[in-house]
């Protein structure tokens, strides 16, 4: 299984260097949008989770 990571990686390379048609790219440019956000979604809340753990007790 690709982790996010690897798959942003796999579809900026796919878009650099493969000759693809306009359907494709747009098909594989909305793909790297939707894993990019879904990786900003995920930073957020590991972010929130750490703020929330280093907080001095109450």
Not at 2 to 23: F, K, M, N, Y
Not at 35 to 54: H, P, S, T
């Amino acid at each position: 299984m690709l982790t996010i990571h690897d798959q942003v990686r796999e579809l900026r390379a796919e878009l650099a260097s493969c000759a693809l048609t306009r359907r494709e790219r747009a098909q594989a440019r909305a793909e790297l949008d939707q894993l990019l956000a879904r990786q900003a979604r995920m930073d957020r809340a590991a972010d929130a989770a750490v703020f929330i753990g280093e907080a001095p007790p109450a």
